[in-house]
């Protein structure tokens, strides 16, 4: 049988600028009806499916290359000199097309989407119990509309690639705008959740639940810019809510202690929190790289890669989130110094140390898990979603207080609809400072210029005035070369 490895475009483009691209490592990449004529094919598709978007440096989430593309926000920040000048071109909103941090990110997406659009084209063609058959579709799906989530709040106008067989003309598609690639994410989650199992196959895959966070979490993104479409918000509450009414039969819920959930230990993997994450595996050739070294102070040898700024820690408040989210002692040769008298003189962030074998231990690759949604975004995006489109209900109420609760927060009561909204926004600032949000709930409720206003003097200022064209990421170089198309 003759098995082809068909790059989309997009993946191809960004390959031939590269002199990896002979030594790249075939796995999940082989598509074609041949791949997947077999239920064990199938599976084996499926699991290719996920893997681009967790391959260390080269694509995917692995690196901070997920921290680079989301440096627009308040919540994260860069080495002002040192070998972070990819980085800082986020922070400061003067991004380079050869950036290669973005093109990490671009590149997992379109491969991943190329191998799930190889198993959706497929699936249906493989003999077998529907029960094992449909649910490994539904986690194509699901992994196709996860990656066009990604690449259309990041890019704006993209290529929409909907097959895995190569033509000649890949080389001239064009970009298609973002109420179109909404509308196939949508559809795909409304598949996925169909035909997705309520249980995981495995830690990291996704389930009926997964597939329903992330729609809720789609819809409510929609209701904001640039598709500004208000009717998505009681969609969004609707969707959220089947997850919270259903969160034992999906195995979801709220960690008790933050402590455990950032220990940097074994015992924050795999938790009902976790919605949706990637888990990795350090020793067999799949560590994970945004913990450890990279979040890490330079006075313990650390990378530097990021932290916070100045304004968002102070800003934030008191008390055991704040303590278990951020580090600010840091333990070097000379003794244990405040972050004050530090090199880069910023905290950093205790959520991704790495903590095992040592406390402390400096690593560059971990099997820590990566989490993108958690159960507490799934009570966020309800209450907030809820809110908008009406007034915040008692549910909606209960929903932003239990996450309050297990943050040392005092309950909300007694707000118009606008400041519920308005407090469910910051308090997923604090819940989720630096895990991947806060930029997309900037640029969707057109908060990016003032988060950069008003920085403090020791933080990165924007290089130019910030626009509407400043919330996108360029093209990749490689890929406008040889498709003018797209640029």
């Avoid at 972070?84 to 997406?109: H, P, Y």
Wanted: aromatic share 12%; charged share 20%.
């Amino acid at each position: 049988m003759k098995y082809f490895a068909i790059i989309s475009l997009l993946s191809a483009l960004t390959f031939s600028s590269c002199n990896k691209t002979l030594q790249e490592d075939p796995n999940g990449q082989l598509t074609g009806a041949g791949a997947v004529n077999s239920i064990p094919g199938l599976q084996a598709a499926v699991l290719g499916a996920y893997q681009p978007l967790k391959n260390g440096y080269t694509s995917g989430f692995a690196s901070s290359a997920i921290v680079a593309v989301l440096m627009g926000s308040e919540d994260l920040t860069t080495h002002p000199a040192s070998n972070k000048q990819e980085l800082r071109e986020m922070d400061q909103f003067a991004v380079n097309a050869t950036n290669s941090r973005i093109n990490v990110i671009w590149l997992g997406c379109y491969k991943a989407i190329q191998n799930a659009n190889n198993v959706i084209a497929n699936y249906t063609k493989v003999s077998g119990d529907p029960a094992v058959i449909n649910p490994l579709a539904g986690e194509a799906y699901f992994i196709r509309a996860f990656s066009y989530y990604w690449l259309v709040r990041l890019w704006g106008n993209i290529p929409l690639i909907t097959t895995a067989d190569y033509s000649a003309d890949v080389y001239n598609v064009k970009k298609s705008t973002p109420q179109d690639v909404y509308k196939l994410i949508e559809s795909d989650l409304q598949q996925a959740e169909k035909m997705l199992s309520n249980t995981k196959a495995a830690p990291g895959r996704a389930n009926a639940g997964a597939a329903k966070a992330l729609l809720a979490d789609v819809y409510l993104t929609e209701g904001g810019w640039p598709i500004k479409d208000a009717s998505k918000y009681a969609l969004a509450a609707a969707k959220a809510k089947e997850v919270i009414d259903n969160k034992g039969a999906y195995g979801f819920d709220l960690v008790p202690d933050l402590a455990q959930l950032w220990s940097g230990t074994p015992a924050s993997i795999g938790t009902p929190e976790e919605v949706f994450a990637f888990q990795f595996c350090a020793s067999c050739g799949n560590g994970n790289s945004v913990y450890g070294k990279s979040s890490m102070p330079s006075d313990e040898g650390g990378w530097d890669d990021y932290f916070t700024e100045i304004n968002f820690y102070n800003n934030f408040p008191a008390g055991k989130r704040k303590d278990v989210t951020f580090y600010t002692s840091f333990k070097t040769s000379a003794g244990v110094i405040n972050w004050q008298n530090g090199i880069t003189k910023h905290p950093y962030y205790n959520k991704f140390r790495i903590n095992t074998p040592t406390p402390g231990y400096l690593t560059s690759s971990t099997n820590m898990s990566t989490p993108i949604i958690r159960y507490a975004h799934v009570l966020l995006i309800f209450a907030e979603a809820q809110a908008r489109a009406g007034a915040p209900s008692t549910d909606a109420y209960a929903a932003i207080n239990k996450v309050r609760a297990r943050a040392g927060l005092p309950d909300l009561a007694n707000l118009s609809a606008t400041d519920f909204a308005n407090e469910v926004v910051q308090e997923r600032s604090w819940e989720f400072a630096g895990e991947y949000t806060r930029w997309f709930d900037l640029q969707r409720l057109e908060l990016v210029e003032s988060a950069n206003a008003n920085k403090d003097a020791s933080d990165l200022p924007p290089l130019r005035p910030i626009s509407k064209a400043s919330y996108w990421l360029p093209i990749p170089y490689g890929d406008a070369q040889l498709n003018p198309g797209i640029k």
